[in-house]
């Protein structure tokens, strides 16, 4: 590798670390064997969404207080940084108005 081409690898690193560091996190609390979890993560995947997941499955009191949090008594439950998009259906719904990218990196 050349010297100028170690410089735009630099570079890039750099502004593909700042671009991660402007996105929120996106947070998917799950259980195992939810399809609809699965698919959320699919979902992102496809969009190149980083996401982080908290898995419930088993722990009743981690469970009660995402009801408690989130009013909703499925999971999915989908947080983009604090602001609770839903399940995987209001996932979808929010991609489909353009709203999911713009929260995610709001740039
Ligand atoms: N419309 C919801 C459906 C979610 C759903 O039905 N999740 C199932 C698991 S895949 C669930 O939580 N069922 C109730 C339960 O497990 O207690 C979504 O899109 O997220």
Not at 30 to 45: E, H, I
């Amino acid at each position: 590798m050349q010297a100028h081409d170690s410089a735009i690898v630099g570079l890039l690193r750099l502004a593909l670390a700042r671009s991660l560091r402007r996105m929120n996190t996106v947070t998917i609390y799950s259980t195992t064997w939810c399809p609809y979890c699965v698919a959320a993560k699919r979902f992102l995947d496809s969009k190149k969404v980083p996401w982080t997941e908290i898995d419930l499955t088993g722990d009743d009191d981690a469970r009660a207080a995402l009801v408690e949090k989130s009013g909703r008594r499925t999971v999915p439950q989908i947080y983009v940084g604090d602001v609770h998009v839903g399940g995987y259906d209001d996932l979808r719904a929010l991609d489909n108005r353009g709203g999911l990218m713009p929260l995610v990196a709001p740039g």
